[in-house]
């Protein structure tokens, strides 16, 4: 190549890597992602607490440090139920909590996590993932600034911790219960005062007599709060709380900003904990329940069913009031509603037959 050739040939190509160094990159792509995460869970709790953590060190790790998180169990940066506020205001980055804590924003967050009568984890897991449900959470979480998605599951709750025995729903009336979200809202339409309490606060509430009843998660969760040392008496099943969805949440601006590796990476870690804690639950709660009754002396009581009954009709009354709050609230409900009808259908047919007819047999 003759000189002057090679001279204008270089010159163009270093002209060319001038400008694309000056190209804008894609937001966030090379750079370090420092995330401050709020939650709504006591440090080291079992299951919830230590679910989160686990999900925060993953996702630090699978990123090979690129994205370095900063975790904050609840009031150790704010409050329990102040992590919604927190992230879509930019002050932290994500949360781990229930969406049923948002319900004074609006009350479609509780599909989100639990409803009275909904649905179980693996039923609610078909709908948020292949039923419509997750472009529904981002279409509702988008008006607060936020994105968000399952990052955790407590399995099928257990109904709570009485302080005297419940024979019909008139016993109930008058009780003060903690219980959150749509739940509360049930549970006051049978003559209750429901009472918003975080994790930390419920075993001296209970105790104190400041409170009759309290439901929390189930055995293994509640044997961590000690919650058997002030009731007596332990209701099953969670009809309020079949299976409650803990999410993890992303401030929308910032999400919006990070590389599809980075979103691909903090969606597969959360998905990964949405696995790995039911798993765990449902690997503890047994040895839990075992240890409260044989150890504890705790007195295990099933609901009735004119009790359930009485559930039902109050749930479907809370429901319908949460339809006609908007637009968005009823196409939450109906696609909700329809999903549970179809996975309900052929979970039953299928899965509850098998179990029953296994377990008849295998004891």
Request: one cysteine or more.
């Amino acid at each position: 190549m003759k000189r002057r050739k090679f001279i204008k040939t270089a010159a163009a190509i270093t002209g060319s890597a001038v400008a694309v160094s000056h190209l804008p990159k894609p937001a966030l792509a090379q750079e370090r992602i420092e995330m401050t995460i709020v939650s709504s869970w006591q440090r080291d709790f079992p299951g919830l607490g230590t679910g989160a953590q686990r999900f925060a060190e993953n996702v630090s790790t699978a990123s090979n440090g690129k994205i370095q998180i900063t975790y904050f169990a609840a009031d150790e940066k704010v409050g329990a139920f102040d992590v919604f506020d927190a992230v879509a205001s930019g002050d932290a980055q994500g949360y781990h909590s229930a969406e049923f804590y948002a319900v004074n924003k609006h009350p479609g967050f509780a599909y989100f996590a639990a409803v009275p009568f909904g649905m179980t984890p693996a039923e609610i897991n078909a709908w948020i993932h292949f039923g419509g449900g997750q472009k529904l959470w981002d279409e509702l979480s988008a008006e607060f600034g936020l994105k968000a998605m399952p990052c955790g599951n407590s399995g099928i709750q257990w109904g709570g911790w009485f302080n005297k025995e419940v024979n019909s729903a008139e016993d109930l009336r008058g009780l003060r219960m903690r219980i959150p979200g749509l739940g509360a809202n049930f549970f006051a339409r049978l003559g209750g005062t429901p009472v918003s309490l975080s994790g930390g606060e419920v075993y001296e509430q209970l105790a104190s007599g400041a409170i009759d009843a309290a439901e929390w998660a189930g055995p293994w969760n509640d044997e961590a709060l000690r919650l058997h040392e002030a009731a007596k008496y332990y209701y099953y099943p969670g009809v309020h709380e079949p299976g409650a969805v803990t999410s993890f949440g992303v401030n929308a601006s910032l999400w919006g900003r990070l590389a599809a590796s980075d979103r691909a990476l903090l969606t597969a870690c959360a998905r990964a904990e949405n696995d790995t804690m039911l798993a765990e639950f449902n690997a503890r709660n047994g040895a839990a329940l075992a240890r409260l009754v044989d150890r504890h002396g705790v007195e295990l009581r099933e609901f009735s069913d004119s009790i359930c009954d009485a559930f039902a009709v109050a749930a479907e009354e809370v429901l319908e009031e949460t339809r006609q709050h908007s637009p968005l609230a009823r196409r939450i409900h109906e696609s909700f509603a329809a999903s549970r009808a179809e996975v309900s259908r052929y979970i039953e047919l299928n899965d509850v037959n098998y179990i029953t007819k296994r377990n008849a047999r295998i004891r």
